[in-house]
């Protein structure tokens, strides 16, 4: 909803949208009206779309009229493609965002949003002319998608001005959105410990800040730390460091399968890491710089050029035009990550083992996949994969 700026409909939808959102602590009349304001205003919007345009990009699993426009896009002809971005197309039992301790999510309610988020995206498989996802948080498509790091994730470049701070302290930038999904708690440990023992580090972390102060504090960063949980190789806060030429660490349990699915030199440069040694990724980066400034020079090489929005513009002329590759398509049903995003290893192991506990395998939504359902990374904690240790390199 953000072309087309000047377009009086967009400007309806968009002041529609803020009004109902505040409106959700008001008065139920409140909400009510704010509520059907919003839904004319995007009929409005839907109809002034489809006089003038004949595709459609769609992010995080939603259209305009929550799914209920894709019949008539069909029948108008025009082309849908669906972006998936993680949490709107991961199993909820394996996505921290769901499952965190603070969020007191049931295990009924992780099964019944399992259900829904299963429905959801095969009612999108049925309309969409083409879906873009990441193969590490695919598991709940049954037809092949175009790969998301294939086509490339759009980026904010760097501002201006700004640069280190020559004060004898490494800085090091973490702002996670929630962090207890992103795995805070552990990070200050590890850098507690470095500090300890004579590493002269200063860890700032931000929340709850605008864009412009984070990307501001990412300028005089000597790195950041993105998280240790990740499915996503380079994330939004990774590519708007990369974009200033400043490295990131990203922690994940899908480093192995990425490296499966990829050939070293098309992943993005990080500081990849285990979970478990973020201290030594930590103290690498900060104690050798002649690794740190060029592993930070092609994080931005990287994202400038493969990444470049005409070159992510292109790719999605090609998927519109049918054009699609056969390397950039990825079928669910080969994958074998399971240990997904946003939790601990052990925090999966648990969530999936009540969810197969109360309501069997069908419960999982992947009776489609029944190799992934049997892996031994559901079964045994002493599995090659659970086992495995990541080496940190860039």
């Keep these: 909803m953000r072309a087309h700026p000047t377009s009086v409909w967009i400007r309806a939808a968009l002041w529609a949208e803020r009004g109902s959102r ?28 489809l006089w ?7 992010g995080f699993g939603n259209t305009l009229l929550s799914g209920h426009d894709l019949p008539l896009l069909r029948l108008l002809r025009k082309r849908p493609i669906f ?31 399992a259900a829904r988020r299963k429905a959801h995206i095969r009612r999108i498989e049925q309309y969409a002319d083409a879906i873009v996802s990441l193969p590490t948080f695919s598991h709940f498509f049954e037809r092949p ?16 001005g700004g640069g280190r701070e020559n004060d004898g302290d490494i800085r090091i930038l973490h702002s996670p959105s929630d962090p207890e999904v992103k795995g805070s708690e552990r990070i200050r440990t590890a850098v507690e410990g470095l500090r300890a023992a004579g590493h002269p580090l200063r860890l700032i972390e931000l929340r709850d800040v605008p864009n412009a102060t984070v990307r501001a504090e990412i300028a005089r960063a000597d790195f950041v730390i993105d ?7 380079m994330a939004v806060f990774a590519s708007e460091a990369a974009a200033a030429g400043v490295p990131a660490i990203v922690g994940s349990y899908a480093w192995p399968e990425l490296r499966r699915l990829y050939p070293y030199d098309a992943l993005p440069p990080v500081e ?15 104690t050798d710089a002649a690794y740190r400034a060029p592993l930070g020079a092609r994080a931005r090489a990287f994202v400038e050029i ?89």
């Design 83 to 113: 972006v998936f971005n993680g949490s709107d197309a991961r199993p909820p039992y394996i996505d921290g965002a769901d499952m965190a301790a603070s969020r007191g999510m049931t295990v009924d309610e992780c099964i019944r949003l």
């Design 306 to 394: 493969e990444w470049a929005p005409e070159r992510i513009a292109e790719r999605y002329l090609a998927i519109l035009g049918g054009e699609v590759p056969p390397y950039w398509l990825f079928d669910p049903g080969t994958l074998r990550y399971l240990r997904g995003a946003g939790l601990s290893e052990e925090g999966s192991r648990e969530t999936v083992a009540a969810v197969l506990e109360q309501g069997g395998r069908g419960a999982l939504q992947l009776a489609d996949k029944p190799n992934s359902t049997k892996a031994p990374s559901w079964s045994s904690p002493t599995d090659a994969e659970g086992a495995a240790t990541v080496s940190c390199r860039g």
């Design 227 to 233: 998280q240790l949980y990740a499915d996503t190789p």
């Design 22 to 49: 505040v409106a959700r602590g008001g008065p139920g009349v409140l909400r009510v009206l704010w509520r059907g304001m919003r839904l004319l205003t995007r009929i409005a919007l839907l109809a002034w779309s």
């Design 145 to 160: 998608v175009v790969d998301y790091l294939k086509v490339g994730a759009p980026w904010t470049p760097a501002d201006a």
């Design 272 to 286: 990849a890491c285990h979970p478990d040694e973020v201290a030594a990724a930590i103290e690498r980066l900060s």
């Design 52 to 58: 003038r345009f004949d595709a459609f990009i769609f």
